[in-house]
């Protein structure tokens, strides 16, 4: 991305379908997706994007749904919105999906990596008590984006759980699944009342068995101990 123009591996590659989850500097990101976009309209293959519930950090006083109006407040969130709208206003709908993830969580992921670390270093994990979340797993997002593709879904959906969970309680949870019971918690207060972060699906929902609830992230992330 940095150095090559993406053409040249989309003329190699000749992909059907696109996921973009790639990292990096947010100008070149955005130039590549502007010619991600090109490649779909010539192409006519479909773009699957990740997108990320920071595109709403702008509302704290209530959870999101697929086609609320987004909002945000951080330099990150504004970013996700500016790939979104250049998708949707160069593309049909059938030609992409816009997939907003909650925080993602995976036995191998950087979250649970970085909380085992604090508790064997003994230092303090940061929770943020009046943060009310809704969250997923690795596995469970890899078999959404599965049914998407193969069912031809299209559109903006959100992957999250179903329900809503305050970001103290989960993380006590996995705490407790660590089976360490002497954490150090550092509770950052950004406000005095309750904020959400959350994508609930509403419009976009997929079938019973993809769907997830919060007490069901814990059983799903397979974690260990050790």
Do not use: C, W
Request: charged fraction near 25%.
């Amino acid at each position: 991305m940095e150095v090559d123009d993406i053409f040249e591996i989309l003329e190699k590659v000749k992909p059907s379908i696109i996921i973009s989850t790639i990292r990096g500097e947010f100008a070149q990101q955005i130039i590549m997706h502007q010619h991600l976009l090109e490649y779909v309209e010539l192409t006519k293959t479909k773009i699957i994007f990740l997108s990320s519930a920071n595109v709403f950090d702008g509302y704290s006083k209530y959870p999101s749904y697929e086609y609320d109006k987004t909002l945000s407040e951080s330099i990150y969130g504004r970013f996700k919105i500016k790939i979104e709208n250049m998708i949707m206003r160069h593309l049909p709908k059938r030609h992409y999906a816009i997939i907003r993830l909650p925080m993602v969580f995976g036995s191998q992921s950087p979250r649970i990596k970085e909380i085992k670390e604090h508790l064997k270093e003994k230092t303090a994990i940061e929770i943020f008590p009046n943060l009310i979340i809704n969250a997923t797993t690795d596995d469970k997002v890899t078999q959404q984006i599965h049914f998407i593709i193969n069912r031809n879904k299209s559109g903006v959906f959100h992957l999250g759980s179903t329900d809503l969970i305050h970001h103290e309680e989960l993380i006590n949870d996995i705490v407790a699944e660590l089976n360490n019971h002497q954490p150090v918690y550092k509770r950052v207060y950004t406000t005095n009342d309750d904020r959400y972060l959350a994508v609930l699906p509403k419009d976009n929902l997929l079938p019973k068995n993809l769907q997830v609830k919060s007490e069901e992230i814990i059983n799903n992330l397979n974690l260990d101990s050790k």
